[in-house]
């Protein structure tokens, strides 16, 4: 009750400023040109129909295809044949990749009792591609290096940096052994880098029930969730401390006639062996385990008790692959610009999936697949964007988004000219949009999203965004800035999908987008991702699938035919301001917390606490964290804001005269300007002791993988107890960020002309 009568209140309170149209000329046109983009875009929403997503993915994720499959080359070119019949100009582009299979897979327990793991996903009777046994690929990591392994097992919680430090509390270490890890709380490849980092030889990864199987709801065929079986397949590739993509071609292309380095040059394969497995297969193990009980926060909800080891359980690990270079095809497909063609709009998604795939990647492929068609119905009719828009469906993104990071480094000197926003999606579900991007693209995709109609809640797409946020908000502060602040923050990039190259490596202001968050998933990576669980439990209407149609075409329209690109740097002054205070916190914090302990031991805590039947270890003294000096990063923030902010008055001042032919000389001159503000945080030596990630606020975290460390170098610094290196990357950041105020003053300038 509580609930529904806030939201009436909400509602009547924002229904003014927020409804359809309330504010009808959009950011970067002039009142003439946005009328004219609104009625096409409204002819555009109209396109998208769900039966013809559905066709799309059933014909997509009729057979397995991976990398290197019969079925993911047939797709490729079942897609281009679509771009063509819809008017596009669309050819293949192929690149040649080091993609290992497993040709030899082995998890046994060989003491204290005998058992074989299945290491195998069974085929049901209802799910009608389970049994296509030939063409799935077995489960494994692809890139973990061959091994053939024997040693006593611990079981080491998420396996993230922390878990070790709780282990060596408990006395326990991981020297010399195999390590069993659950999935999730950090991507799969942190754990065998940290175990590797631990003394670890071996490495198996498990699906806890607690976190996708029974615990969340019924298992599959009868619901959504894992069942004893399924495996998460999944690449380990350490890409966060090297780079994405082909390992043997680093920062170039992997075109056929490339400089390859050797395999045992290759930076991003694993240190040890490692294999994902079921809860079936991983049951036995953990039940065979003793040594202190597990702490409470790793137990699962197996019906064991949770140990930690080292053993008496002793596992023999064998892993081999054929280390074999195969094709991957990029599916690109061009509308050219009518005004500014050397200004480009880019649209990606992936094609290629572990097995099957209906949700992960075909579930927006087949809203990419949509917004294509409705584009050429429009050219038809007469619409002739601006700029020139480029559609992308990506091979390979599962090993480690091959070929979207080889046509990133391939075309990367055109992208850097050219490339103004990047837009990915990477799956769809039923429920919210979530918005992940550059914070010069924040006011924008707000806007966007208070045009699109929510299929389920009758209401927009940003009301439900915003209304939702204030529901699962954790304080007064936070919900009081989601109804009065005029955009909702959107997320910063971190990785796991195709957009890396473009934003961490080339700078490019890119958006990642999707539905989500209603439906509960175990089927990841499984043979169970198929049309059968997508048609079942997700959106079985395919009414999200056209919503996300929507959102993304309107986007790509909006952004290719806006007189001047639609960015805005208020939103992302806010965002750096954020980001200083965060990072001051991050260290204050931190003294705080050692200065504490080193008190505690001097107290006997831990001489008070100590069990002697449950022996643990006190924590080391550590040196308190110097100050450290922020002042450059704040004077830099400071600037941002006042030239945003200038920035901001200039356009609307011009606005009713944007689109006149005698200022085409100036707004052409503004929007290379406005292209550059990107690359402007990038820096040329790249991060710490990783040159291949160049953008100096966003990038995947080294111990987080998928999850984005914001200003790394600095952030990484602190948390790495690195503080020195942490004091110079302040001072490299704020330069950049006085770099991008000076341009932003020059847009204002130029504008002001
Ligand atoms: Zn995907």
Same mark, same amino acid.
């Given at each position: ?5 806030? %939201? ?135 890139? $973990? ?14 396996? #993230? ?5 709780? *282990? ?6 991981? &020297? ?21 980092? =631990? ?31 399924? %495996?998460? @397949? ?8 090297? $780079? ?33 497995? $079921?809860?079936?297969? /991983? ?6 385990? +003793? ?24 596992? =023999?690990?064998?892993?081999? $692959? ?35 795939? /209906? ?31 480029? !559609? ?40 919210? *949009? ?26 927009? %797409? ?8 204030? /529901? ?7 919900? +009081?800035? *989601? ?19 473009? #934003? ?55 952004? /290719?035919?806006?007189?001047? *690109? ?13 980001y200083t205070k965060d990072l001051e916190k991050l260290l204050t914090d931190k003294q705080?917390?050692i ?25 080391? &003294?550590?040196e308190v964290p110097p100050h450290l000096n922020f002042a450059p990063m704040q004077?830099a ?16 001042? @011009? ?12 707004? @052409? ?14 820096n040329?030596?790249?991060l710490p002791r990783r040159?291949? !990630?160049?953008?100096l606020l966003?990038a995947?975290g080294v111990y ?5 460390k914001t200003v790394p170098g600095v952030r990484e610094g602190i948390e790495q107890k690195r503080y020195g290196e942490a004091d110079q990357e302040i001072v490299r950041v704020a330069k950049a960020l ?16």
């Amino acid at each position: 009750m509580r609930r529904s009568a806030a %939201v009436v209140l909400i509602l009547i309170l924002i229904v003014p400023s927020q409804l359809f149209g309330a504010d009808p000329t959009l950011a970067g046109y002039s009142p003439r040109s946005s009328q004219v983009e609104r009625d096409w875009e409204t002819k555009f929403r109209a396109i998208p129909d769900p039966a013809n997503l559905r066709e799309y993915m059933k014909r997509l994720s009729a057979r397995p295809h991976h990398v290197g499959s019969p079925y993911d080359k047939d797709n490729s070119e079942w897609i281009l044949a679509r771009f063509k019949e819809w008017g596009l100009d669309a050819h293949i582009e192929t690149f040649q990749v080091l993609f290992p299979t497993p040709k030899v897979r082995l998890v046994e327990m060989v003491e204290p009792s005998k058992f074989t793991a299945k290491l195998e996903e069974p085929a049901l009777a209802i799910d009608p591609t389970s049994n296509q046994k030939n063409e799935q690929l077995p489960t494994y990591n692809a890139y $973990s290096i061959d091994g053939d392994v024997t040693a006593p097992l611990v079981f080491v919680n998420y396996g #993230i940096p922390e878990d070790y430090e709780k *282990l060596e509390r408990l006395g326990v270490s991981v &020297k010399g052994a195999i390590v069993i890890a659950k999935y999730y709380h950090s991507w799969r490849g942190v754990k065998p880098k940290v175990a590797a980092e =631990h003394g670890a030889i071996g490495c198996l990864i498990y699906s806890e029930p607690k976190d996708d199987g029974y615990t969340r709801d019924v298992v599959f065929p009868d619901g959504p969730m894992r069942n004893a079986d399924g %495996v998460q @397949r999944g690449s380990v590739m350490d890409f966060a401390a090297s $780079s994405p993509g082909d390992p043997l071609t680093p920062g170039i292309g992997a075109t056929p006639d490339a400089k390859r380095l050797k395999l045992e040059e290759a930076k991003s394969i694993t240190k040890i062996p490692v294999l994902p497995i $079921s809860y079936g297969d /991983a049951q036995p193990l953990l039940a065979a385990l +003793k040594g202190p009980m597990a702490p409470d926060e790793w137990r699962g909800t197996l019906p064991i008790p949770y140990h930690v080891g080292p053993g008496p359980a002793k596992v =023999h690990l064998k892993i081999q $692959s054929n280390w074999d270079i195969k094709p991957v095809y990029d599916v690109i497909a061009k509308i050219p610009g009518s005004t500014a063609p050397d200004e480009w709009i880019v649209r990606g998604n992936h094609h290629d999936a572990w097995v099957n795939g /209906a949700e992960d990647p075909i579930s927006a492929q087949v809203s990419l697949l949509e917004e294509a068609r409705a584009l050429g119905e429009l050219l038809k009719q007469g619409w002739k964007p601006r700029r020139t828009i480029i !559609y992308a469906a990506w091979d390979g993104e599962e090993p480690m988004l091959l070929g979207s990071t080889e046509w990133a480094e391939t075309h990367a000197d055109e992208l850097q000219k050219h490339a103004a926003v990047y837009i990915n999606t990477d799956g769809n579900d039923r429920g919210v *949009l979530n918005m992940e991007g550059s914070h010069s693209l924040e006011q924008f995709i707000n806007g966007v999203a208070r045009d699109i109609k929510d299929p389920e809640a009758g209401m927009t %797409v940003w009301q439900r965004m915003q209304l939702t946020k204030i /529901a699962e908000a954790k304080s007064a502060d936070e919900r +009081k800035e *989601l109804r009065q602040r005029p955009d909702l923050r959107i997320d910063a990039l971190g990785s796991g999908t195709d957009f890396t190259a473009f #934003i961490d490596h080339l700078g490019i202001a890119t958006l990642n987008l999707g539905y989500g968050g209603e439906d509960e998933q175990g089927i990841y990576h499984s043979i169970y991702d198929d049309f059968y669980w997508y048609t079942h439990f997700s959106d079985t209407n395919f009414v999200f699938g056209r919503a996300l149609a929507q959102t993304i075409g309107t986007s790509v329209m909006r952004l /290719a035919d806006a007189d001047v *690109l639609p960015f805005d740097f208020v939103d992302f002054a806010d965002t750096v301001q954020k980001y200083t205070k965060d990072l001051e916190k991050l260290l204050t914090d931190k003294q705080e917390e050692i200065r504490d302990r080193k008190q505690e031991l001097e107290e006997g805590v831990f001489k008070a606490t100590f069990d002697p039947r449950r022996p643990s270890v006190a924590p080391e &003294k550590e040196e308190v964290p110097p100050h450290l000096n922020f002042a450059p990063m704040q004077n830099a923030a400071e600037a941002l804001a006042h030239s945003a902010e200038h920035y901001r008055k200039a356009l609307q001042a @011009r606005q009713n005269d944007i689109d006149q032919s005698g200022l085409a000389a100036t707004v @052409r001159a503004l929007n290379q300007q406005l292209i550059e503000s990107e690359r402007r945080l990038l820096n040329a030596d790249g991060l710490p002791r990783r040159p291949w !990630y160049k953008h100096l606020l966003y990038a995947p975290g080294v111990y987080t993988g998928y999850e984005v460390k914001t200003v790394p170098g600095v952030r990484e610094g602190i948390e790495q107890k690195r503080y020195g290196e942490a004091d110079q990357e302040i001072v490299r950041v704020a330069k950049a960020l006085q770099d991008e105020a000076a341009l932003i003053e020059s847009a204002a300038q130029t504008l002001e002309k």
